[in-house]
């Protein structure tokens, strides 16, 4: 896709609908916009992920974008992975202190965190991004843990030096903080300081990276302006949507309605029926802030799904673009084969499956390994499998049409198997007994 020219930059993405606010309030877009004209130097935009799990999930993906977009406006990016500051654990839009992690968990997270935003990168950079004719080239992208300057700084010295520039009336107006004071539980001074941590992050950048502008959810706007505070003027603040579910609940770990990014939590099976399933009102959304495509583009898309509603075409981009960012173009197609699988009891897809897509399309699915007997029917497989009960209510299960392998129903329970159509050629049979009971049936030297 073509890269966006920084004339337009902030404009387009208002209308994506990927920046809220910018701060510090009157005059700073007009301010921001002078800074990104063409021909000006690039400039630097960090945003910070706190490793509270071992994985980023949906929730994180427009501040992801966000950054994405500025580099491909040929400005330079930093993701920081919050190793020091989620060992306090951010009280933001929180009734209640988030539980301790041990520290070696934490740098567990940060490590898996660090390596998934190196592969949006890199997914970005090899699958979505083309420079336009005459356009500014990718930005710098660099990936880094805060634990290697905040670990490192000795609290006396913290105080003393970037403490000072903060003052307590601003970290005690907040809403969040006021409301937290107020409760039975109160607040910790470990979460209290949180925002002072996260300020130096920008201090920090700002001094190493001449980092100008810091990037956060809707929810992060108080700890956006402790960083402004901190850094000084000529430094911006910019929110990006929060993402919420249809009750809406912010998506995310706490909600316990994470979509996550790495595939050993959610597959890329799970990830592209997550974004096919979203309903019509909110696809043209979705569309505009987890993709890349031009906006006339996403238009022509959404004027096809008018004439052509059953075609689900805006969900099916949608999910194939996500998919790919997330899971690179072999992740798109394992979802595209597993969903052929499962919906369209597709032969040919399920005999491409790899042991890991089985896995992951059929969870709660038991697997059997099984011998080929010869003369082996139908009704020995189910027995085997044990998905079917012993004496005559099983074989009625086979004849009144409630037994499949493969896609195929069998309703003859003496039918013998045969190799190619109840068995694949990877080697595997798929039994399916009623609407969802699923039985993996791997056979063994055949």
Known sequence: ???????????????????????????????LAALLEPGRPPVTAYCGFDPTADSLHVGHLPAVAALLHFQRAGHNVVAVVGGATARLGDPSGRLRAREPVAAGRVRAHARALRLGLWRLFENHRRLLWAPGPGGPGLGRAEVLDNARWLGRQPLLGFLCGAGGRLRMGTLLSRQGCRERLRSAEGMSLAEFVYPALQAYDFLHLHRRRG????????????????????????????????????????????????????????????????FVRQQDDIVEKYLKLFTFLPLEEIAHIME??????????PQK???????????GTEGLESAKRCTRALYYSSVEALEAMSDQELQELFKQAPSAELVLEPGMSVLDLCRKANAIQDGPSGYQKITDGGVSVNGIRVTNPETVLILGQHILKNGVSLLRVGKKNYYIIKWLQL
Not at 223 to 247: C, K, Q, R
Not at 317 to 327: D, F, G, M, P, S
Request: proline share 5%; aromatic share 8%; charged share 20%.
């Open 1 to 31: 896709h073509p890269c966006v020219s920084p004339a337009l930059f902030l404009h387009r993405q208002d209308h994506r609908g990927l920046f809220q606010e910018v701060f510090p309030g009157q005059g700073a877009e007009e301010q």
């Open 211 to 274: 980092c100008r502008i810091q990037l956060g959810g809707a929810d992060q706007m108080g700890n956006i302006m402790s960083g402004y505070e901190m850094t000084g003027t000529d430094v911006f603040g910019i929110t990006v949507p929060l993402i919420t579910s249809t009750t809406g609940d912010k998506l995310g770990k706490t909600a316990g309605n994470a979509v996550w990014l790495n595939r050993d939590k959610t597959s890329p099976f799970e990830l592209y029926q997550f």
């Open 304 to 313: 096809m799904h008018a004439k052509e509603p059953e075609k689900w075409g």
């Open 317 to 327: 981009r949608l999910a194939a673009e996500v998919t790919k960012l997330v899971h």
